[in-house]
């Protein structure tokens, strides 16, 4: 099978340039599948299937017969992002998100930020994400989101902007890592030929920051996962990422507050337990603190930690910067506290609650998206041009009942990538989330990250939940990649 | 290690080693019927009785004939023993453990469960032999990649603790059943039928081959002797809580002998029993009386152990 009848259409291609030409780094990737016997590249996708499923790398089909599972699904043709643009990426989410653990700090400290009147005081304190309970906290090393995932699109002027930030229990990270490890399966031979960067280390570097975050005084931390159970849907990726650092996997049953130390229950009686990579919402952590309803928490859990007993990650509270509205002041965030320009830009956003903005967003309900700042995963979120006409009318209704809470975006060309269908291929529209570990000392983006792809025609849904699937993504090497032609990069270094 | 970890690994052990037991008396049996045509139907109903399920089955299907009792011990969802029920067990537990076990324990026991769920009732009728034989494979595969992809430490014998003393209890259910159908066809000893329904036996416990080489003839006494007091045959109820007993004291630390809780002492007691047991006293007492007291007790070590290992504690916080 070739990609000679493959066409961009006139969307950003991750691949192909607009003359439909293979772009610098991609050229090795598209030359070997152009080589490949007809029909072997549908073989290995099967065989790749095979091997998801086989691995158990599956997700619960809810509302369908209890045995119906499905892999998350994969598509064989990997996104190549090269060396140079990805050093670009790279500052620019270290930059980002430095900025914005300096301002949960901030929040939950001293508020100057506030004071100085740069982000409106009552969006902040008003954020869903907010939490009063972590009001005077001080984290181990002044890092509160040690772990997040940003979502990433690449518009039509080949530009990369940030979408969402993640900063509370970002997952997928071990689709990326078993992605990779499918591909080296079926592709050994492509993959060595193209001059890939690692993703392997990842389990070992989140393991390393993880302990770095012990109480003082402890010398062998117990460090542990904590899952809200098996029936939840990142379940897999939850004992997955236990698995590779070789630490329990706690549920909150596992744990008990014992004389101000946080324990779990062994075979042999009580453990103490020094940091927990948390993958359970704030709300329901502890119901002393926070939802009192929560049957998954660990009551005094909160108590231990303000005490330096035992650190937690992510730390609670950092959703108050996953606020869709504070999103909007993320460039005056950077410069706030680093006195630098945004180098990854937000996607344009109008912000409801502004007059002059709301009445732009009323006039042009079928020109944006607009996005409640609460929700996430694709819900709650109105595609303008793609809805009818009551659909736009209730949001209108909606955003003058609660200008607080829209924000409306222009609607992305997002840049897509060849999948295989059937016996050719297609584009399909795709983001990128890269994953950031925020350590004691440095701060760490994984090369790469998850890819994930609008598998329906025409789709700008990315999201598993509603059809998406992912593909392995490809960090090229600084001297392995192509020739550095390519017009994004022309762009990226005008900045 | 959690003991909600311990509690899986045990019982994912105990599913494993019961659906491979299901498929040992179900191949056997299918076969011995095939060789027996008058008496063909007969012989399912103690079948059934030896999964101690026969209330169950009465209620869903009625009357025992080949295809309902291979229906209700293979496939049936409603029926929490069957094959199909156990591997599924199996592979939850799994689930919950994956990060403890390993990569290639949970790959074994996911392909396991696909193979299950995807065989079909029509080519099992047709050519039932091999999903057998696949199943043991399958069920032996574990056990070798359990031995040599994880620590032998205390998540693995807690594994091995559990799959010995549901291999225990499965023997004693079988050799229950089984002697008391055989024993009336006393006038067939000596006899090619004869033969034929004790090789049955011993092949349901993979135990023909064994039997033979240790004992020669075929010889009921021997036999009962072979499955229940060996201790070396690896199927052998002797054998199961000798093997039982190691993982015990490896986990709790105890030396050979001596017991510091509650499921060790009724463990190291009942070894005791079988050490000191003889064939002679195990009829004096009557076969069945004796597997049946051996069935109680080997359910009170497992009740034990979820007391002692298992249960969240209630603590003053």
């Given at each position: 099978?070739?990609?000679?009848?493959?066409?961009?259409?006139?969307?950003?291609?991750?691949?192909?340039?607009?003359?439909?030409?293979?772009?610098?780094?991609?050229?090795?990737?598209?030359?070997?599948?152009?080589?490949?016997?007809?029909?072997?590249?549908?073989?290995?996708?099967?065989?790749?299937?095979?091997?998801?499923?086989?691995?158990?790398?599956?997700?619960?089909?809810?509302?369908?017969?209890?045995?119906?599972?499905?892999?998350?699904?994969?598509?064989?043709?990997?996104?190549?992002?090269?060396?140079?643009?990805?050093?670009?990426?790279?500052?620019?989410?270290?930059?980002?998100?430095?900025?914005?653990?300096?301002?949960?700090?901030?929040?939950?400290?001293?508020?100057?930020?506030?004071?100085?009147?740069?982000?409106?005081?009552?969006?902040?304190?008003?954020?869903?994400?907010?939490?009063?309970?972590?009001?005077?906290?001080?984290?181990?090393?002044?890092?509160?989101?040690?772990?997040?995932?940003?979502?990433?699109?690449?518009?039509?002027?080949?530009?990369?902007?940030?979408?969402?930030?993640?900063?509370?229990?970002?997952?997928?990270?071990?689709?990326?890592?078993?992605?990779?490890?499918?591909?080296?399966?079926?592709?050994?031979?492509?993959?060595?030929?193209?001059?890939?960067?690692?993703?392997?280390?990842?389990?070992?570097?989140?393991?390393?920051?993880?302990?770095q975050m012990a109480p003082d005084g402890v010398r062998s931390p117990m460090v542990v996962v904590w899952t809200p159970g098996i029936y939840n849907s990142a379940y897999f990726e939850h004992s997955f990422l236990a698995q590779q650092m070789g630490v329990p996997l706690v549920e909150g049953s596992d744990l008990v507050v014992h004389k101000g130390e946080v324990m779990m229950r062994t075979t042999k009686g009580l453990e103490r337990v020094d940091v927990i990579y948390r993958r359970i919402d704030d709300d329901f952590m502890d119901p002393k603190a926070f939802r009192p309803d929560s049957m998954l928490g660990v009551p005094g859990l909160m108590k231990a930690y303000s005490k330096g007993k035992v650190a937690l990650a992510n730390a609670p509270g950092t959703?108050?910067?996953?606020?869709?509205?504070?999103?909007?002041?993320?460039?005056?965030?950077?410069?706030?506290?680093?006195?630098?320009?945004?180098?990854?830009?937000?996607?344009?956003?109008?912000?409801?609650?502004?007059?002059?903005?709301?009445?732009?967003?009323?006039?042009?309900?079928?020109?944006?998206?607009?996005?409640?700042?609460?929700?996430?995963?694709?819900?709650?979120?109105?595609?303008?041009?793609?809805?009818?006409?009551?659909?736009?009318?209730?949001?209108?209704?909606?955003?003058?009942?609660?200008?607080?809470?829209?924000?409306?975006?222009?609607?992305?060309?997002?840049?897509?990538?060849?999948?295989?269908?059937?016996?050719?291929?297609?584009?399909?529209?795709?983001?990128?989330?890269?994953?950031?570990?925020?350590?004691?000392?440095?701060?760490?983006?994984?090369?790469?990250?998850?890819?994930?792809?609008?598998?329906?025609?025409?789709?700008?849904?990315?999201?598993?939940?509603?059809?998406?699937?992912?593909?392995?993504?490809?960090?090229?090497?600084?001297?392995?990649?192509?020739?550095?032609?390519?017009?994004?990069?022309?762009?990226?270094?005008?900045? | 290690?959690?003991?909600?970890?311990?509690?899986?690994?045990?019982?994912?052990?105990?599913?494993?080693?019961?659906?491979?037991?299901?498929?040992?008396?179900?191949?056997?049996?299918?076969?011995?019927?095939?060789?027996?045509?008058?008496?063909?139907?007969?012989?399912?109903?103690?079948?059934?009785?030896?999964?101690?399920?026969?209330?169950?089955?009465?209620?869903?299907?009625?009357?025992?004939?080949?295809?309902?009792?291979?229906?209700?011990?293979?496939?049936?969802?409603?029926?929490?023993?069957?094959?199909?029920?156990?591997?599924?067990?199996?592979?939850?537990?799994?689930?919950?453990?994956?990060?403890?076990?390993?990569?290639?324990?949970?790959?074994?026991?996911?392909?396991?469960?696909?193979?299950?769920?995807?065989?079909?009732?029509?080519?099992?009728?047709?050519?039932?032999?091999?999903?057998?034989?696949?199943?043991?494979?399958?069920?032996?595969?574990?056990?070798?990649?359990?031995?040599?992809?994880?620590?032998?430490?205390e998540g693995w014998h807690f594994g091995r603790m559990g799959r010995m003393l549901e291999r225990a209890d499965k023997t004693t259910r079988i050799l229950d059943v089984k002697y008391y159908i055989l024993l009336p066809s006393v006038e067939y000893v000596g006899s090619s039928y004869d033969n034929l329904l004790w090789g049955a036996l011993l092949r349901s416990a993979s135990a023909f081959e064994m039997y033979r080489k240790r004992h020669g003839r075929i010889n009921p006494r021997k036999i009962v002797d072979f499955l229940l007091l060996d201790p070396h045959f690896p199927r052998a109820v002797h054998y199961s809580i000798i093997t039982a007993i190691i993982s015990m004291n490896n986990i709790t630390g105890s030396p050979r002998g001596t017991f510091a809780?509650?499921?060790?002492?009724?463990?190291?007691?009942?070894?005791?029993?079988?050490?000191?047991?003889?064939?002679?006293?195990?009829?004096?007492?009557?076969?069945?009386?004796?597997?049946?007291?051996?069935?109680?007790?080997?359910?009170?070590?497992?009740?034990?152990?979820?007391?002692?290992?298992?249960?969240?504690?209630?603590?003053?916080?």
């Open positions: 099978m070739r990609f000679d009848r493959y066409e961009t259409e006139g969307f950003y291609d991750e691949l192909f340039d607009e003359q439909n030409q293979p772009r610098g780094g991609a050229d090795v990737l598209i030359e070997r599948i152009n080589a490949l016997p007809e029909t072997e590249l549908q073989r290995r996708q099967k065989a790749a299937e095979l091997a998801l499923l086989n691995l158990g790398i599956t997700f619960n089909v809810y509302g369908n017969d209890a045995q119906i599972e499905k892999i998350f699904p994969f598509d064989i043709v990997p996104r190549i992002v090269q060396a140079k643009e990805w050093e670009n990426l790279e500052k620019g989410l270290k930059q980002r998100i430095t900025a914005l653990n300096a301002f949960i700090n901030d929040i939950y400290n001293d508020q100057k930020i506030l004071k100085d009147g740069v982000v409106p005081a009552d969006l902040v304190l008003t954020a869903e994400g907010f939490r009063k309970p972590c009001i005077g906290l001080q984290p181990p090393s002044g890092v509160w989101c040690h772990i997040t995932g940003t979502d990433l699109v690449r518009h039509g002027d080949g530009q990369f902007y940030v979408l969402e930030d993640n900063l509370r229990c970002p997952s997928g990270v071990s689709y990326v890592l078993e992605n990779r490890l499918i591909m080296k399966r079926t592709f050994p031979t492509v993959f060595d030929a193209c001059s890939v960067q690692p993703v392997t280390d990842y389990p070992s570097r989140l393991l390393e920051m993880l302990q959703g108050v910067a996953d606020d869709k509205a504070v999103y909007a002041y993320v460039p005056e965030i950077i410069k706030y506290y680093l006195g630098e320009e945004a180098i990854t830009q937000n996607v344009p956003t109008y912000a409801c609650w502004r007059e002059d903005d709301r009445k732009y967003v009323l006039e042009n309900l079928d020109k944006l998206v607009v996005k409640a700042v609460n929700e996430s995963g694709g819900y709650g979120m109105l595609v303008g041009p793609h809805a009818t006409q009551a659909e736009r009318d209730e949001f209108a209704t909606r955003i003058k009942a609660k200008p607080r809470t829209y924000i409306a975006q222009p609607t992305l060309a997002l840049s897509r990538v060849p999948v295989l269908v059937n016996d050719h291929f297609e584009g399909r529209h795709v983001d990128l989330r890269p994953y950031i570990l925020y350590g004691k000392d440095s701060v760490y983006v994984l090369p790469g990250g998850l890819t994930r792809v609008a598998l329906k025609k025409g789709s700008l849904v990315v999201n598993s939940s509603q059809g998406g699937g992912s593909k392995d993504t490809w960090v090229l090497n600084a001297s392995g990649g192509g020739s550095p032609e390519s017009p994004i990069q022309d762009q990226s270094q005008e900045e | 290690m959690l003991s909600r970890v311990a509690n899986s690994i045990y019982w994912l052990n105990r599913y494993i080693e019961r659906a491979e037991n299901v498929a040992r008396f179900i191949d056997a049996n299918y076969h011995m019927a095939l060789d027996i045509p008058d008496n063909a139907s007969a012989q399912w109903q103690p079948l059934i009785n030896t999964t101690g399920d026969h209330e169950l089955f009465e209620e869903l299907y009625g009357e025992v004939n080949r295809e309902n009792a291979i229906e209700f011990l293979v496939f049936d969802r409603n029926n929490p023993n069957s094959i199909y029920s156990c591997v599924r067990a199996a592979r939850e537990n799994a689930r919950s453990v994956r990060e403890y076990i390993s990569s290639e324990m949970w790959e074994q026991i996911n392909t396991f469960y696909l193979m299950i769920n995807a065989a079909a009732k029509e080519t099992l009728m047709d050519l039932p032999h091999k999903i057998f034989v696949d199943i043991m494979t399958a069920s032996h595969t574990f056990i070798g990649i359990t031995d040599s992809t994880m620590n032998h430490g809780n509650k499921a060790e002492q009724k463990l190291g007691r009942l070894l005791a029993e079988f050490n000191f047991a003889s064939l002679d006293e195990v009829f004096e007492i009557g076969l069945h009386e004796y597997l049946d007291q051996t069935q109680t007790r080997i359910n009170g070590v497992g009740s034990e152990i979820h007391e002692v290992f298992f249960s969240p504690h209630t603590i003053d916080s």
